[in-house]
């Protein structure tokens, strides 16, 4: 059975502005928000908790965020040295296993297969990679389950934590539709049927959701609950198994 790390990184563009390489002092409780141009208009595409608490969203218009918050201190957006900082931080999750891979946007995927023993078992694992991630300045969810999708939901919709297989079936049934990160147009649909979590989902025929959906969206459900482990292609690829026998 193979065992997958997820970590999400949901702050991942600010704090990297914190950082000392960032130039921004480090500061939780102001306000602060990264800003690109889309649709004409600077919007806000990333936000520090405390911009969050204040009512902000990602997307926001940077004149609608202002109006509603004028102390709003901002930079911006750099995508490219989001990905570069992401990249850096999968080689540094090279300590704990050599198969990493990107889960954008802002996580990372671990197959961490046969390495727990290593650290003290999974809780220890999880425990070490959060420990290290803050040392870094860099806050995480992490979620380990047997599958890559079941990992990712769980690390991005739910509090986290050690998932079995059962576990985690368990828990992905009780999360929100949101955890299926479709278009905005099929989440309404199924809230327009009265379907409000995963578990929903998986209780009806998987017919009626592909003829509406397209074939990909059961198989989504399946991957989400465990049933199906879609593996990850890491980074770097694992060497070649190599053989040697020496004669006299």
Same mark, same amino acid.
């Given at each position: ?32 928000? !990264? ?26 218009? !940077? ?13 911006? /957006? ?10 850096? @931080? ?8 050599? @198969? ?19 650290? %003290?078992? #999974? ?45 985690? /079936?368990? /828990? ?6 949101? /955890?299926?990160?479709? #278009?905005?147009?099929? !989440? @309404? ?32 459900? #399946?991957?989400? !609950? %465990? ?22």
């Amino acid at each position: 059975m193979r065992r997958y790390l997820a970590l999400f990184l949901p702050f991942l563009p600010t704090e990297r502005w914190r950082s000392p390489q960032g130039g921004v002092a480090p500061d939780e409780v102001s306000p602060f928000a !990264l800003v690109e141009r889309k649709n004409n208009a600077h919007r806000l595409y990333a936000l520090n908790s405390a911009a969050l608490d204040q009512g902000l969203a990602p997307g926001l218009t !940077l004149a609608d965020a202002r109006a509603r918050l004028p102390q709003l201190r901002v930079a911006d /957006a750099d995508r490219r040295a989001d990905r570069e900082l992401l990249l850096s @931080l999968a080689a540094h999750c090279e300590l704990y296993t050599p @198969l990493t891979a990107l889960d954008e946007p802002h996580g990372l995927a671990l197959d961490v297969t046969g390495c727990a023993h290593l650290f %003290g078992g #999974e809780a220890g694992l999880l425990a070490l990679v959060g420990k290290n991630l803050a040392a870094l300045g860099f806050s995480a969810r992490a979620a380990l389950a047997s599958t890559p999708d079941g990992a990712r939901a769980l690390a991005r919709f739910s509090s986290g934590g050690v998932f079995s297989p059962d576990e985690a /079936a368990e /828990a992905v049934a009780r999360l929100p539709l949101a /955890a299926l990160e479709v #278009e905005d147009e099929i !989440l @309404l649909a199924l809230s327009r049927a009265g379907l409000k979590t995963i578990g929903d989902l998986a209780s009806r025929p998987s017919r009626a959701f592909a003829a509406r959906f397209g074939a990909d969206f059961p198989r989504k459900i #399946e991957r989400l !609950l %465990g049933r199906e482990d879609l593996r990850l292609t890491p980074l770097r690829p694992p060497p070649d198994c190599m053989v040697e026998r020496h004669f006299a």
